[in-house]
């Protein structure tokens, strides 16, 4: 298994919203990584108290911090990573299992295309018992921070 914890350190998140724990493989058109739910994770608090689930935006961020800003930051030219930022702009997602506190999710993506800046993916995630959580498409630009515009 490769270290990939120069990808991982580009990432633009910090916790709580940081949901990459480990990459796996990652070349110019796959990644697979992982991420463990934390069973203290801020949502849970309100998101079906008693019998927390992780809700689906958050399945989809984890899918898309994996999945699509991983991948993009590896298709970056390495002396620009500094420097762009991959941005989610939309996904096509099916929900088709519940994730619970400790669930370790594996997310699998595939890159569809990658030009002019913009990747679209085949994204996947499952649980430890390979029961699939949810999969579909989705799609980011990367862009430079410095044309990063903010209103």
Do not use: W
């Amino acid at each position: 298994m490769s270290d990939y914890s120069d990808i991982i350190s580009f990432l633009p998140y910090k916790d709580p919203f940081h949901f990459v724990n480990e990459l796996i493989e990652l070349n110019d058109n796959q990644v697979v990584g992982r991420y463990r739910i934390k069973k203290n994770e801020y949502y849970f608090e309100g998101h079906f108290p008693g019998d927390p689930i992780v809700p689906g935006a958050i399945l989809g961020e984890i899918m898309a911090q994996i999945g699509l800003v991983c991948l993009g930051l590896h298709l970056s030219k390495p002396e620009e990573r500094a420097y762009v930022m991959p941005v989610f702009t939309s996904m096509s997602v099916d929900f088709l299992s519940f994730a619970k506190p400790d669930d370790l999710l594996t997310v699998y993506s595939e890159k569809i295309y990658f030009r002019f800046g913009k990747l679209k993916c085949r994204v996947s995630c499952k649980k430890e018992n390979d029961i699939e959580v949810a999969n579909g498409s989705m799609s980011g630009i990367i862009i430079n921070k410095t044309d990063r515009i903010e209103k």
